[in-house]
């Protein structure tokens, strides 16, 4: 079960012709894919198209009634090839994930894909996860679609705009028989809107149509000679059919003035920044409306020539805004008007930075100096020269004080503990190279742990250890993946590669039940029942299958102890092969989620229940934060003694705490302090546990007494 | 109704009603910020805006900084071109739901002095870095403070997470009240409790927050005290501290004597000295308090009023750390005190007709075991590895004991009552030891440089921490005391030591602390 329930908000999947659609991006997107005929649809979760899959899961009700086929696809790649199925058929399908380590996964499935091309519309929807708050490294997914050639649509980021851009990728792809990329930065995916809905359309052909008559045409098929022709065929017949697509369709907008010496062309997911640069310069009004002559490419690839130099005609100076590096629509930009004999000039990374987002500030600096330096009598004369107003509050000194934040393992996350025991081990065997991987556990990284040299890839950890393989080591390598990685990758990447090539490293897979870091989703080894899907297949079995010998199950990551004993023997041990640990226990976040509100009910209900809660005693805790070393758990933190005698701040969890038992067990484990405490509240307690309560509490109070009545006792003490 | 595509009309410059609220939300990952977000949506299309919001959910981040954009218009009927991320010297309204965060914000350059309205809650989230130092590594919440007062055309500032816990809710429903209560929206109180009601969902625990910081923000809440509450401390003079004291009329006889050589003591050390004293009497008895005053008689011996008797004030506090060290018997001894039970009570919120369990974590070590043995024994056992190493075997384990239960309370209890043989023990005789070494070391220093002599007392806030801690912290302060030889002379050798203790605070293993000391060898 996914981390965010769309139940309620699916519902407006059902909107009609004329309704008012008002809700997130992604939500719009499904809706748009409904109204198109969509006939199937695939995906690997991801920022920011996690919730896509989650709103596509919660609306298998709806999809099933439209008899729209919706898978959560093992990888980007699979969901890539599932769009094989509109090959032959003429039957629209989408996939979608993050992009570009999606893109990245699925350019295998995406080239085959796009050599043969589509009969049915095909669309990949990419969400963009670049600049501010992303998770990896920073690339364009501009490249892919140039070298497929496969065509991307980067909309206007308003729910009408993208909206229409999942109607017109499905055309474009059809009438180009092209698959088609429709690429949505990520605040564009969680941005709340409106626009009319239109009647959802069952699709013309279904899948099951099309597997009750079977078609094949070898011309299609990625194999020479056929695949000579297809390179051919994409810049002889799909590539002017496109171009000529989005130029009778006017895919891309013109605003602004139609005479003027400067303009500004854009990606269309850049024209709000750009508005609101203008509108900031005093160029632009509320809604847009500007005399600056703006370009706004809808579609990004193909460029449309005659478009281009059609708007360029007449200006002196054109600004291109295109957002990543390389600039490769500037360059094509620039060829054009070369190649044309324009005396146009075209500038864009002279104003804007080469790399990095083009946040407001970027955009008003860029657009403002382009302005200023090719025509300067369009501004405000308090734009042109500014009045040096000087920010006024000298911040220097705040850097230094605000602490960063970066995200880190959650209240009672299951790996912490994992991470802890890594610790404690190093402590006593010394350091070892660590291979890290993508999932939550790479947060393993940041302080508290520091733990992980690399990251190489989803269900690549292992993989990125397998060169530290040598008789003359006298240390294994340790590297780390996730349960997600390892379905969508690591199984045959990862562990099958170890036991081929007999690598003798150890290899610790975290297994907590879901693909978390994306949002809670379902797995192959997922405890939980699924409706939909089948789960409850356990990775230690995929494991033995891949023929790894020396394997161990934790069942319980909070056990520090175990961990650290059966990490020491997988590093110490004289086997051979890879040695590898399933650390098992379920993401605390979901668990909580799940137990919370039966565990409520069933306090509520009069069950007998126990919760468990940890505390610290402050006057037993030194101050030494040596727990803390080992935790970075956020309800474990620091508070100040009001007792001039304690200069440091002592150990404190607070309320949120849900006492997983880290704290506990890592104090016994590391041998650290007695502060720790840990408290069960036993509610509706039976008439056993009220017995013994009293008389437990009779006698310890005799005790205390008898002790306190022969010593002084300091109130404040 | 909204045509985005509508034909474009000449530009017709930005009219007032046609303004563009901009708002953004730092908050802390997991605080709520996405409901105040959709909530602030919702206000504002209930007063005829339109608005919109964005964020980066970003679903793995779960505990770093995220943000949280709305920007609003009145609803003409045409859409305005919203952008989707905050700009630098763009934001109309800030809202921090945790004072770093509203640091990060004025970095950030989201806060400017002509227009930008700055509401944060006051309270602190400590981040790793701050927590994994071995001293204090938390941030200045003053800086921050001062600097928000320059840097916002208005700054609301309070504790709006105690608000909402002390509600039973988020803190989202406390900043949406403080938002509401600065008027820094044109909407009334009444829609934005609407759109809390639309929620659904702990409705009733929201409001009751949301209308605390609505009139703690307008300023109605006239009784509450400032924020950052500061309890004064209530040992100001030696008095009050007599009083609370209670226990068998032969002991509290013997308290009112140590409690007269206070009253004897100068001014200034008077509340330290008694903060000392009922530490140590507590720890350990009537005639432990009466060695107590006779080591700190011995600075006095030394100081004078023109020093403000910092030598004394310093000997005071870290004599009594020092006496009280922290053994096994005084671990038994706390952990099965009365007062001790109910302050867990307290902090777990034990209600009525629950039973509460506790378990303690125990480690013991050889170590530990010597040293609660009698001096000649423990050292015996410690002077033969073997010996040590067998029984460290049978010992050493992680323990966990049940205080609620009739053995584990009593194995604790039975410890505790070891105290009255502490002075016989070995664990004594070493800190004894430490303490003379450490306190004749800063008095001998007091003739030729004073702030010395204080600095060397001072290092004793280093030794803490318990086993492997309690070496590591053991070999810093040694580590420390080893650079007196290098800057004993110096004018500035008081400064240096200062400087080194600071260092060695900053880190577990002590690397700034062998960086600094190569410094001062290299003097």
């Keep these: 079960m996914a981390e965010r329930s769309f139940a309620k908000e699916v519902e407006k999947l059902r909107l009609g012709a004329g309704e008012e659609f008002a809700g997130e991006g992604i939500l719009a997107i499904t809706k748009a894919l409904l109204q198109c005929g969509v006939g199937y649809v695939g995906g690997y979760q991801g920022a920011p198209i996690s919730h896509l899959m989650d709103v596509l899961a919660d609306a298998q009700d709806i999809l099933g009634e439209l008899g729209v086929h919706f898978e959560a696809s093992a990888s980007e790649a699979t969901a890539t090839a599932m769009l094989a199925a509109s090959v032959h058929y003429p039957i629209r399908g989408a996939a979608t994930f993050k992009s570009t380590v999606g893109t990245n996964v699925a350019s295998d499935a995406l080239a085959n894909l796009a050599s043969g091309g589509v009969t049915g519309g095909a669309l990949i929807i990419v969400g963009e996860d670049y600049g501010e708050g992303s998770s990896i490294m920073q690339e364009r997914s501009h490249a892919f679609a140039m070298k497929s050639q496969v065509w991307l649509l980067d909309p206007r980021p308003n729910l009408p705009s993208i909206v229409k851009a999942v109607e017109d990728g499905f055309e474009l792809s059809e009438a180009s028989n092209t698959p088609v990329m429709l690429q949505v930065r990520i605040r564009c995916c969680h941005v709340h809107g409106h626009f009319i809905a239109k009647d959802n359309k069952r699709p013309p052909m279904s899948v099951a149509d099309a597997l009750d008559a079977p078609r094949r045409d070898t011309g299609r098929i990625v194999l020479p000679p056929a695949s000579f022709l297809h390179e051919k065929e994409k810049v002889q017949k799909r590539w002017p059919a496109a171009v000529d697509f989005i130029r009778r369709n006017k895919i891309n907008e013109i605003f602004g003035s139609d005479h003027g010496a400067v303009g500004i062309v854009m990606q269309g997911g850049m024209y709000n920044a750009v508005i609101r640069a203008l509108q900031r310069l005093g160029l632009a009004d509320t809604y847009g409306d500007t005399d600056v002559p703006l370009y706004v490419l809808n579609a990004v690839y193909p460029l449309v020539d005659d478009e281009f130099l059609s708007f360029c005609e007449g200006k002196q100076a054109v600004l291109v805004v295109e957002e990543g590096q390389p600039n490769y629509i500037e360059q094509a930009f620039a060829a054009m008007l070369h190649k044309a004999g324009r005396g146009t000039r075209l500038v864009g990374k002279e104003h804007l930075p080469m790399a990095g987002e083009y946040t407001g500030q970027v955009m008003l600096d860029g657009i403002g100096s382009f302005l200023r330096a090719e025509a300067p009598h369009l501004l405000p004369g308090e734009v042109r020269a500014p009045n040096k107003s000087g920010e006024g509050v000298d911040t220097a000194d705040l850097i230094n004080v605000v602490p960063g934040r970066p995200p880190g393992f959650c209240i009672g996350c299951p790996e912490r503990p994992i991470f802890a025991a890594t610790k404690l081990v190093e402590q006593e065997l010394g350091k070892h190279h660590i291979a890290s991987d993508i999932g939550c556990h790479l947060f393993s990284i940041m302080p508290p742990f520091e733990l992980g040299a690399t990251t190489m890839g989803y269900g690549l950890g292992p993989a990125s250890a397998s060169a530290f393989n040598s008789p003359d080591a006298k240390r294994r390598s340790i590297s780390f993946v996730g349960d997600g990685g390892f379905w969508h990758n690591g199984l045959t990447s990862s562990i099958g590669n170890a036991v081929f090539n007999k690598n003798d490293g150890v290899i610790v897979i975290v297994d907590n039940f879901y693909s978390a870091a994306t949002g809670g989703q379902d797995i192959l080894s997922s405890r939980a029942g699924n409706r939909t899907k089948s789960t409850k297949h356990p990775i230690t079995e995929a494991v033995k299958g891949m023929g790894v010998k020396w394997l161990r199950h934790i069942d319980r990551t909070y056990d520090v102890g175990k961990m650290q004993d059966t990490l020491r023997e997988a590093l110490t041990t004289d086997e051979k092969g890879p040695k590898v640990i399933v650390a098992s226990s379920e993401c605390m976040l979901n668990r909580e989620r799940r137990e919370k509100p039966l565990v409520d009910k069933a306090i509520k209900g009069g069950e007998r229940v126990v919760k468990p809660k940890f505390g610290v005693d402050e006057d037993i805790c030194t101050g030494d934060h040596a727990c803390m070393r080992l935790s970075g758990?956020?309800?474990?933190?620091?508070?100040?003694?009001?007792?001039?005698?304690?200069?440091?701040?002592?150990?404190?969890?607070?309320?949120?705490?849900?006492?997983?038992?880290?704290?506990?067990?890592?104090?016994?484990?590391?041998?650290?302090?007695?502060?720790?405490?840990?408290?069960?509240?036993?509610?509706?307690?039976?008439?056993?546990?009220?017995?013994?309560?009293?008389?437990?509490?009779?006698?310890?109070?005799?005790?205390?007494?008898?002790?306190?009545?022969?010593?002084?006792?300091?109130?404040?003490? | 109704m909204l045509d985005h595509n509508a034909p474009l009309r000449p530009k017709a410059g930005a009219a007032e009603d046609q303004r563009v609220i901009k708002l953004a939300v730092l908050a802390v990952g997991g605080q709520g910020g996405g409901v105040l977000a959709d909530w602030i949506t919702d206000v504002a299309e209930r007063n005829g805006y339109v608005a919109q919001s964005t964020s980066v959910a970003g679903v793995a981040q779960r505990t770093g900084a995220t943000i949280y954009y709305v920007e609003m218009a009145r609803d003409t009927g045409r859409l305005p071109v919203f952008a989707l991320s905050p700009a630098q010297g763009d934001v109309d309204i800030l809202i921090a739901a945790e004072l770093m965060e509203a640091g990060r914000a004025i970095i950030r350059g989201f806060v400017t002095p002509e227009r930008t309205t700055l509401i944060t809650s006051s309270h602190r989230i400590a981040a790793v870095s701050e927590k994994i130092e071995p001293g204090d590594g938390r941030a200045s919440s003053a800086k921050v403070h001062a600097t928000a007062e320059a840097a916002a055309r208005r700054f609301i500032a309070f504790d709006m997470e105690k608000i909402a816990a002390d509600n039973g809710t988020m803190i989202s429903a406390s900043l949406l009240g403080a938002l509401a209560g600065s008027d820094a929206l044109p909407f009334t109180r009444e829609t934005y409790e609407q759109a809390i009601g639309a929620g659904g969902r702990g409705v009733k625990a929201s409001l009751a927050a949301f209308g605390a910081a609505y009139d703690r923000a307008r300023g109605i809440a006239g009784a509450a005290p400032a924020s950052g509450t500061t309890e004064t401390p209530s040992t100001s003079e030696a008095g009050p501290g007599v009083a609370k004291v209670s226990g068998p009329e032969s002991l509290l006889q013997g308290w009112q004597q140590l409690a007269a050589r206070i009253d004897a003591l100068p001014a200034p050390v008077r509340d330290m000295a008694l903060r000392g004293l009922k530490k140590v009497v507590d720890y350990q008895d009537i005639a432990y308090g009466g060695e107590y005053l006779d080591r700190l008689g011995r600075a006095l011996a030394l100081d004078d009023a023109g020093h403000a008797y910092a030598l004394s004030v310093a000997a005071a506090k870290h004599l009594a750390n020092a006496m009280c060290y922290d053994d096994m018997i005084r671990v038994a001894d706390l952990k099965?005190?009365?007062?001790?039970?109910?302050?867990?009570?307290?902090?777990?919120?034990?209600?009525?007709?629950?039973?509460?369990?506790?378990?303690?974590?125990?480690?013991?070590?050889?170590?530990?075991?010597?040293?609660?043995?009698?001096?000649?024994?423990?050292?015996?056992?410690?002077?033969?590895?073997?010996?040590?190493?067998?029984?460290?075997?049978?010992?050493?384990?992680?323990?966990?004991?049940?205080?609620?239960?009739?053995?584990?309370?009593?194995?604790?209890?039975?410890i505790g009552g070891l105290r009255r043989w502490r002075r016989s023990l070995l664990r004594h005789k070493v800190e004894v030891a430490h303490l003379e070494r450490w306190y004749e070391l800063a008095l001998g220093h007091v003739r030729e440089d004073y702030a010395l002599a204080v600095e060397i007392l001072n290092c004793r806030r280093l030794i803490k921490g318990y086993s492997d801690t309690h070496a590591r912290a053991q070999s810093k302060f040694d580590r420390v005391l080893s650079a007196l030889d290098l800057v004993k002379g110096r004018p500035d050798a008081a400064d240096w030591i200062r400087r080194l203790r600071e260092a060695a605070l900053k880190d577990e293993k002590g690397d700034m602390l062998d960086g600094a000391l190569k410094t001062v060898a290299s003097l």
Excluded: M
């Excluded at chain 2, 919120?349 to 009698?374: A, M, N, S, W």
């Design chain 2, 336 to 414: 099965t005190r009365s007062t001790r039970d109910k302050r867990v009570r307290r902090e777990v919120g034990v209600k009525d007709g629950t039973v509460l369990q506790v378990t303690e974590y125990f480690h013991p070590r050889i170590e530990e075991f010597c040293g609660t043995l009698p001096a000649g024994l423990g050292s015996y056992i410690e002077s033969r590895p073997k010996l040590a190493a067998f029984l460290d075997r049978r010992i050493n384990r992680g323990r966990h004991i049940r205080t609620d239960s009739f053995a584990g309370f009593a194995a604790l209890w039975f």
């Design chain 1, 633 to 717: 758990c956020p309800s474990l933190s620091v508070k100040s003694l009001d007792d001039p005698l304690r200069d440091d701040p002592v150990a404190s969890i607070d309320q949120n705490c849900v006492g997983c038992g880290n704290c506990g067990e890592v104090a016994d484990a590391a041998v650290l302090c007695p502060s720790f405490y840990r408290a069960d509240v036993v509610h509706n307690p039976s008439r056993w546990d009220r017995f013994l309560e009293s008389a437990r509490r009779a006698v310890i109070g005799l005790l205390q007494r008898r002790r306190e009545s022969r010593r002084l006792t300091f109130a404040d003490a």
